[in-house]
C-alpha cells in the first residue's frame, strides 16, 4: 500500500485502542452516511498486536474497586459481547477470592454490580467461601479466604486472535492498516498547538486529528508531543505533591504451566470462570516447603487452548529506572530485560498448588523455555488517562488495564466527532491538579 501524505483521522498504534476507535469511528461515519473509514489510517511502527495487546493474558472483569471504572467495564463487556467469535472471546466469567483484609472492598464492588445490573454472586465468611468454592473444585484447599465475588460474565480472549478480529471489522469499513511505519515526530502549525502532520520513517502524513494509542510506548510519543514529564497531584486532604514523574513502569509477571488445559475443569467438567485469589495467609514452596512469602500476595490464572496450558500471573514489578531509560525495545518475550524468571515460576507454581491438590508437584510441567511477561506503563496514581492534548491529539494511555477496555475505542470515536463520553470524564488528566482522584482498594494489586 503506498504511503498516504494526508488523512482526516491518523491512529498511532494497532492494539486493542488504536483498532477498537478506527473501527468504531468508521462504524459511526457510516451510520451519519459519510461513508466509512475511508479517510480513517492506522500506522504501526511494527505489526497489528506487537505490543502489550498481543501478549496479554486476556482477562475480561469487571472487578474494579473505582465506581468509574466499573462502569467502564460493564460498557467493556457489552462489547466482547457483542461478537465473541469474532474477538476469539471466552465468557467463562471470573472469580475474585480475597482474605479478611478485603472483604468490605469487595462487598461494595458487589452491591455496586448490582445497582448498575451486572450479574455476580456474593459469598461471605470462611466456611461458606470454602464449601463454594470445593462446589465448583472438589481439590479446592486455600487458605484464610472470607469471600468469593462470582461475576457471571466476563472471562478471557485470546489475545492476537482478537486484534485481527479488530482489524479485519475496520478495514471491512474501508480503515486502512499500514505496518512498519514508525512515528518519530510531530510538526505544528504557525497559529495553534495543534499538530498538523506526523512524521514517520517512511515521510510525513499531514492530518486533522491524532489518536495515540501506543501502549507500553507512550513515554515516547508523549516526550515527541512535549506533554508534561512530572505533574502536580492534590490529594484527599488538598495537600499538593510535586514533581512526580508522569510516567513509571512496571514489569508484568505471568506464565504457562504446560498441562492439559483441560486438567482445570470445574466437578461438572465446565471450563472453570478465571480465577483471580488474594490471600495473607502464608505461602509456603511446593518443592520444599520453604516460607516465600508472608506479605499480602495473589495470583490470577486460567486453562487456555491458546497458550498450551494454565496460563497466568502474579504481582507486577516496579521498574526502578526513570521512564527514559527504560528499554522498551525488544517488546515482550523477546525483551532480554523484563521476561520472568525462575523466582516467579516458583512462586506461582507454589500458589496454584495452594489452591488445588491437582498442582501439587506439578512445578516441573512449567514451561520455563518459552519467555513470557512484559512491560506495562503506569500512571500516577495508575489508572488510565484519556483525554485531548493539542487541541488534536487524543491520548489512549491506560496505564495497563486496557486488553479487556475494548469499549474505549467507541466512546474516543464519539468524542473525535464532537461528543462528550462522560464514562470517559473521570479519566481526564485535570484530575490530578484538581484532586479528583480515584478511591484505592486493599488489593495488592495496582490495577484493582
Ligand atoms: C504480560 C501482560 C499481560 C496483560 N494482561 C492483561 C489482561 O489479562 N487483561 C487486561 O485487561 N490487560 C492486560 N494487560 C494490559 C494490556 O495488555 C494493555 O493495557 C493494552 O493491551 C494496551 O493496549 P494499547 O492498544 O494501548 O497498546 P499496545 O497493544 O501495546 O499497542 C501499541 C502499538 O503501538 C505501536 N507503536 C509504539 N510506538 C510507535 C510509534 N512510535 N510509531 C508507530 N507505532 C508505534 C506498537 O508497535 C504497538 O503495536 C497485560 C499487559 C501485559 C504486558
Redesign the pocket.
Known amino acids: 500500500m503506498a504511503m498516504p501524505t494526508h488523512v482526516k483521522t491518523l491512529i498511532?498504534?494497532?492494539?486493542?485502542?488504536?483498532l477498537s476507535t478506527a473501527w468504531h469511528l468508521a462504524e459511526k461515519l457510516k451510520a451519519q452516511g459519510k461513508g466509512g473509514g475511508q479517510d480513517i489510517l492506522v500506522?504501526?511502527?511494527?505489526?497489528i498486536?506487537?505490543?502489550?495487546?498481543?501478549?496479554?493474558?486476556?482477562?475480561?472483569r469487571n472487578n474494579y474497586y473505582q465506581p468509574a471504572m466499573r462502569e467502564l467495564m460493564a460498557l467493556c463487556v457489552e462489547v466482547w459481547e457483542s461478537d465473541p467469535e469474532a474477538f476469539s472471546y471466552h465468557p467463562v466469567g471470573y472469580l475474585q477470592i480475597s482474605p479478611e483484609a478485603m472483604r468490605e472492598d469487595v462487598a461494595t464492588i458487589h452491591a455496586q454490580q448490582q445497582a448498575i445490573g451486572y450479574d455476580s454472586a456474593f459469598i461471605e465468611g470462611a466456611a461458606e467461601s470454602t464449601a463454594y468454592m470445593k462446589n465448583l473444585f472438589h481439590d479446592w484447599q486455600a487458605r484464610g479466604i472470607t469471600s468469593v465475588l462470582h461475576e457471571k460474565k466476563g472471562g478471557y480472549a485470546n489475545n492476537t486472535a482478537s486484534m485481527y478480529g479488530l482489524a479485519t471489522k475496520a478495514e471491512n469499513l474501508g480503515v486502512r492498516i499500514l505496518t512498519g511505519?514508525?512515528?518519530t515526530g510531530f510538526r505544528t502549525g504557525h497559529s495553534s498547538d495543534a499538530v498538523t502532520a506526523v512524521e514517520t520513517d517512511r515521510g510525513v502524513i499531514e492530518c486533522e486529528q491524532v489518536v495515540v494509542?501506543?501502549?507500553?510506548?507512550i513515554n515516547?510519543?508523549w516526550n515527541m508531543l512535549e506533554l508534561p514529564k512530572t505533574v502536580t497531584i492534590k490529594d484527599a486532604r488538598g495537600r499538593l505533591h510535586h514533581d512526580i514523574p508522569m510516567w513509571t513502569y512496571m514489569a508484568?509477571e505471568?506464565g504457562t504451566l504446560g498441562v492439559d488445559p483441560n486438567f482445570l475443569k470445574t466437578n461438572d467438567g465446565a471450563m472453570p470462570p478465571v480465577i483471580h485469589l488474594d490471600t495473607d495467609a502464608p505461602l509456603h514452596s511446593d518443592v520444599d516447603g520453604a516460607l516465600i512469602t508472608e506479605e499480602m500476595w495473589g495470583i490470577y490464572y486460567k486453562p487456555d487452548f491458546n497458550f498450551g496450558g494454565i496460563q497466568g500471573?502474579a504481582m507486577p514489578v516496579k521498574v526502578e529506572v526513570p521512564a527514559d531509560e527504560v528499554a522498551i525495545d525488544p517488546y515482550g518475550p523477546e525483551s532480554p530485560e523484563f521476561v520472568v524468571d525462575d523466582n516467579f515460576a516458583h512462586m506461582w507454581c507454589s500458589a496454584l498448588a495452594f489452591c488445588h491438590q491437582r498442582f501439587e508437584g506439578q512445578i516441573g510441567h512449567y514451561k520455563n523455555r518459552e519467555p513470557s511477561?512484559?512491560?506495562?506503563c503506569f500512571t500516577p496514581d495508575s489508572f488510565p488517562v484519556f483525554d485531548r492534548f493539542r487541541e488534536n491529539v487524543f491520548v489512549?494511555a491506560?496505564s495497563?488495564?486496557?486488553?479487556?477496555?475494548i469499549g474505549v475505542g467507541k466512546l474516543v470515536a464519539e468524542e473525535l466527532l464532537g461528543g462528550t463520553s462522560a464514562l470517559l470524564e473521570p479519566f481526564r488528566f485535570s484530575r490530578y491538579a484538581e484532586g479528583k482522584l480515584h478511591p484505592t482498594s486493599h488489593s495488592p494489586f495496582p490495577w484493582s
Open positions: 498511532i498504534g494497532a492494539g486493542i485502542h488504536g500506522i504501526d511502527k511494527t505489526a498486536a506487537a505490543g502489550a495487546s498481543g501478549i496479554a493474558c486476556g482477562v475480561v511505519v514508525k512515528v494509542g501506543v501502549g507500553p510506548w515516547q510519543v508484568l505471568e500471573g511477561g512484559g512491560l506495562g489512549i491506560d495497563n488495564h486496557g486488553y479487556k477496555m
